[in-house]
C-alpha cells in the first residue's frame, strides 16, 4: 500500500487483506443492510438494500399486515419484522379491544402522577405478564405466520423518572416482596427501583424472544431475534433503564441493532469545563459500547445511522451530523453489517428547512445523492483486521448499573450530563486515543480482555452488579493487568443493600472488596500497588472532576500515561487530534477540535471523495479539525483486469463482463439522482443507456479521466431499472 503523508502524525497500518475493488452487486441471500419502515412499497423509497424491516403488524390505510410484506417481497427484498416492546401502536390493547379489560394504568407514570407518553394513546408501557401475551399473540405470532423469521423488538425501554403507576407497585411488591417504596425518598429506593425496571424488560424479551422460536420451531421455522436498542452511553445520559448488555448472553437473542443517530450523539456533554454537543467523539463511544457489548458473546450486531433526526433541524445540520456518524461506525473495523437508515418516508418525503431559501423543503437532490452513495458503500464495506490509528490495549469499564444511578439526586451529589463517564473517556478520545469500553458482564469473556493493557474503572457512577465481576478483574491485575481506579467513592449509592455489604460482607463501598482481593487496604489512598505481576493506580478523584472544570484532567492522563508505559515496558501512549482506518478500498479519517493540537490532516494519494455528490478524483485530502473524510483509495484498482463500479448512488443489481461488453442494471429510488464513477482497464468505445421500457436514457454528464482511467457519469434514478451497456 502507498506512504501517504499526515501532517504531525506518523501511523501504522495493517494490510486488510482486501485485493478486489468495490462492487456493490446486489446478493439476494445475503443479510448485510437494512432499513425499517411501517409502510409499503413505493417507488420514491426504494431504497435497494438487503432486507426491509416492516414495521408493525396492523393494518391500515386499506392494506393488511400480509399485503405491506409482500409489497416489499415483490420487489427482491428480505423481510423481518419490528416493533416496539416498550410502546407501539396498540389502542387495542390500551382501549380494552384483546382482552376486554383497559390497560391504560400499566403505562409508565412519574411522581406528579403523570403517564409518560411516546405518542398520542401510546404510552410507555410496564411490561406486566399480561402485555407480554398480547405482544406474543398479537405481533410475534401474527409475523411469523406471514412467514418472517426474524424479529426486532424495539428500545426496552424504562424510565428512570417513573415508577409510580399502580401497575409498577404490583410488580414491585412481586419482585421484592415488600411493598412499593417512592424512589424519589432514598437512594436505595432510586437503586431498588432502577433495578426493578432492568429486571422487567430483561424478562419480558427473554419471554418474549422464546416465544418466538418456539412458535417458529412449530411450524418449521428458526426464527431469529434481535433487539433494536440505544447505546449503554446514550440511555445512561437519557436517565433510561434498560437490560443492554445483559441480552447479550441470553440464548433467546441473536443480537441488536445498535440505535446510533445525530439524536442521540448531540447530546451535550462535558469537556474541559466546557458543556457542548461532541457529535463525533461521542457516536464512537456509543458504537464502541454496542461493539463491546456484544463482540465477546459472538452476537450479530448491526450499526445504525440515520441521514435526519426526530428533532426537526435544517439540511445542513442533517448532513454535518450524518458525516460525523457514518464515519464513527466505520472506526469499528470488525462490524460490517448496517441499518443504513430508519423511516426512508421520512428522508425522502419529509419537509425540512433549507437554510439558504428559509423554506420547508424535501431533501436536496445533492445530499441525496450523496446519502445514496454512502449507503451503497456499506453494501461492500468490508471486515477489517487493521485497527484504528492510534494506541490499542486501554479499556474503559461499564456496567448496566450506570443506568440505576440516574433520575434522582440524593444528598446534594450529582453527576451532571453523565459526566463521570465521560471524565475517563473523552480525555483520552479528544487526543486519538482509541479507548475500547468493557462491560463488567461480560469479564467472563476471554474476549473482553484481548490486548487490554490497561483498564479503567470508577464506581462513581455504577456498582458492580454481581461478585464475580471483581474476580475476573483481580485474576486480570493478578497476570500482569495494570488497572486505574479513579473514585472517591463518596456517592449516596455506595451503600446500597447489595452483595458487598450483604451476608459474611460488611464492606462500605464495593472498591473496598476489590482492592481487598488484590491484597491492598481496603480504603487504600491515592497511590500504586503492585499485586501479582500487575499494578492498581488509586486516584481518590471522580471522573466528573477531570471535566467539569478546564485543565483538570493532567493528573489523569498523566496516571493513564504511567500504566501504560508500566504495562508494556516502557511503550508511550501516542497523543495526537485523529482517527484514521483503512478498510479495504476505503479510507476513514476524522480530526478533533478543542485540543492543543489544531492541525489539519493531510491525506496524500489518489482518491474518489464519497462525501462529495460529484465523486471528484482528489489528489490530496485536507481533514481539518471538527472534520471527518471518507474515501476511496484508487491504488486498490491496481491490477484489476476488468471494469468495476467504484462508487454509485445507484444500487448495482446485476453486473456481467464478456466478450468486451460490460453490462450493469441498477436501481434506485425515484426522483433522485445518480452519480457514479467507474474504472475501465482502457476507454470504453460506446455507451448505450436504457430505462424498463426499453426507451434511451440521457445522461446528464459522462466524462472521461484519463489518469485513473475512470468515467463520471449522472443520470435521474429509476426504481424499476436503468440498463447501462459499454462497448
Known sequence: MSTRLHV?????VLAAGCSRPYSAVRDVTREKTAFQTSSWWKPVTDVRSDISIVYGANDYNEMTFQERVQSWRNRGYKTHFMTGIAWGNYEDYFAGKWDGKPHFDEGQMNMAGDTLWHGYMVPYIVPTANYISYIKERQVKRAIDAGIDAIYLEEPEFWANAGYSEAF??????????DWRPQHESPENTYLSNKLKYYLYYRALDEVCSFAKEYGKSKGMDVRCYVPTHSLVNYSAWSIVSPEASLASLPSIDGYIAQVWTGTSRTPNHFDGKRAERVFETAFLEYGSMESMTAPTGRKVFFLT?????????????????????VAQLLYPGISDYEVMPWPDRIYEGLFLNPETGEKE????????????????????????????????IGVMMCNSLMFQRGVDHNGYSNPDFANFFGRTMPLVKRGVPVKTMHLENLGYEESWKDIEVAILSYSDMKPMEEEMHSYIASWVRNGGHLVYCGRDDDPYQNVPEWWNAKDYEYGAPSQHLFSMMSMPADAKDGEYSYGKGKVYVLRQDPKEFVLEENADSLFLQTVVRAYSD????????MKNSFYLERGPFLVAAVMDETDDMTPMMIAGKFVDLFDSALPVIDTCTV????????YDLEELSGISRPSVIASAACVEEESYEDGVYRLLMKSPANTVNTMRIYFPKRFSS????GADGAAVSLDRNIWDESTSTCFMSFANSPDGIELVFR
Not at 481539518?624 to 474515501?631: D, H, T, Y
Open 306 to 326: 440515520d441521514p435526519i433526526e426526530d428533532w426537526p433541524r435544517d439540511w445542513s445540520d442533517y448532513k454535518k451530523n450524518y458525516q460525523s456518524t457514518f
Open 567 to 574: 504495562a508494556t515496558g516502557g511503550e508511550k501512549i501516542m
Open 624 to 631: 481539518k479539525p471538527g472534520e471527518q473524510a471518507f474515501l
Open 687 to 690: 455507451v448505450s443507456v436504457t
Open 362 to 393: 424535501r431533501i436536496p437532490a445533492s445530499y441525496a445523492t450523496q446519502m445514496q452513495i454512502m449507503v451503497n458503500a456499506l453494501a461492500d464495506m468490508p471486515l477489517s483486521s487493521n485497527k484504528v490509528s492510534g494506541t490499542d490495549g
Open 8 to 12: 504531525l502524525v506518523i501511523m501504522a
Open 169 to 178: 407497585k404490583r410488580e414491585w411488591k412481586d419482585y421484592y416482596g415488600f
